[in-house]
């Protein structure tokens, strides 16, 4: 007998979040092995791209480079999966799925309901971004001027991201090439921050919140004897040379908006395997994980984090407080305001 074909399209060759969640998923279902599955593989802004066979050496990602559809298939597919946005949501199959880190507000788009009542079902993350979802209602005028209620009419279900524990966890081992990138940091107390910077302006401007965070780091330090310092994981789209230059711009005009004697904050630019970001997180100078992101569907890299067993500090709000241990974690104080 044989197995449904299902279409899985995602990002999962990108160098992203929603790339290494998809990838996660896909992997799952290979070993699952009850589906003919194929991926159509998807952008994600202007990040990298896995684009050849040459790029990918792990054998079940190898596996699914060679299952990529490359032709239009003869007949309907039995099931199809979409990880992206629900804006971009369709329905090609007999059942189709749309899964979806969600939102950053307590409100989605109208358009973004609409595209979750195209899917059978609809998976997202967190119990925060089901709860944004299944709540919010709307009225829509119709261009025949007509109005009809617009909220979610199709099942919404919770499905968690994880980590792979035999990689992320608490470790003394030591990792060569993460300790000649520290060798540089001169203090033993370090604050770590691990996510991407995706928008140019220094402030306000992206979900993380960094430029704030180095600020607001930078300010409470400033002035006073045995400083810890601020270590960035962090890039825009690309791990090149530019934008590894222009993470270093953002920084010094923040830090030189201050003033005054300031703590050293250090950028470690480009691509570490997951061996090395678990070292990362257990690094000895590394005494805390500090995040002030403002909307998470979910914040995997906060997870991987907290698996190290050392204090999260980050938003009070948000994906992120699924999984944060309460007795290892310290909540930022914060408010909500409109967004006009």
């Known amino acids: 007998m044989s197995k449904p074909v299902c279409i899985l399209q995602s990002s999962l060759f990108t160098r992203s979040g929603y790339g290494e969640w998809s990838m ?22 202007g990040c990298p791209t ?6 990918i050496t792990d054998p079940l990602e190898q596996e699914l480079f060679n299952r990529i559809l490359r032709q239009p298939l003869s007949k309907q597919p039995d099931v199809f999966i979409q990880m992206t946005i629900p804006s971009e949501f369709q329905a090609p ?5 749309g899964m979806t880190a ?46 009809e209620d617009l909220k979610l009419r199709k099942p919404i279900e919770v ?8 990689i992320y966890k608490r470790t003394d081992e030591k990792n060569v090439i993460l300790d000649a990138e520290l060798a ?56 090149s040379a ?19 004697d300031l703590p050293n904050v250090y950028l470690l630019h480009g691509e570490l395997s997951d061996v090395e970001l678990n070292a990362l997180f257990n690094h000895e100078k590394v005494k805390v994980h500090i995040s002030f992101t403002h909307g998470e569907g979910y914040g995997h890299p906060l997870l991987l984090a907290g698996l190290s067993g050392k204090p999260v500090m980050a938003s009070d709000w948000s994906g992120h407080l699924d999984f944060l241990n309460k007795e290892n974690s310290y909540p930022i104080a914060g408010e909500l305001k409109p967004v006009r």
Request: aromatic fraction near 10%.
């Open 24 to 45: 996660a998923m896909a992997k799952s279902l290979l070993r699952y092995n009850k589906l003919d599955l194929r991926v159509v593989p998807t952008r994600w802004g």
């Open 50 to 55: 896995k684009s050849t066979s040459k790029d």
């Open 93 to 97: 199959a007999k059942v189709n799925i």
């Open 102 to 147: 969600g939102i950053e507000t307590t409100v989605p788009a109208g358009d973004w309901l609409e595209g979750m009542n195209r899917m059978s079902v609809n998976f997202v993350l967190s119990d925060f971004v089901k709860k944004v979802f299944s709540q919010a209602a709307f009225v829509k005028q119709n261009p025949d001027g007509k109005k």
């Open 159 to 166: 499905v968690r991201w994880g980590a792979d524990t035999s």
């Open 184 to 239: 540089g940091v001169k203090e033993n107390f370090c604050f770590l921050f691990v996510g991407q910077w995706t928008h140019n302006n220094g402030l306000y401007s992206d979900r993380k919140d960094i430029g704030m965070l180095i600020k607001t780091f930078c300010e409470a330090f400033s002035n006073t004897k045995d400083k810890p310092a601020l270590i960035l994981k962090t890039s825009g789209v690309s791990f």
């Open 242 to 260: 530019v934008d590894k230059s222009e993470c270093l711009s953002k920084i010094h005009k923040i830090r030189e908006s201050i003033g005054g």
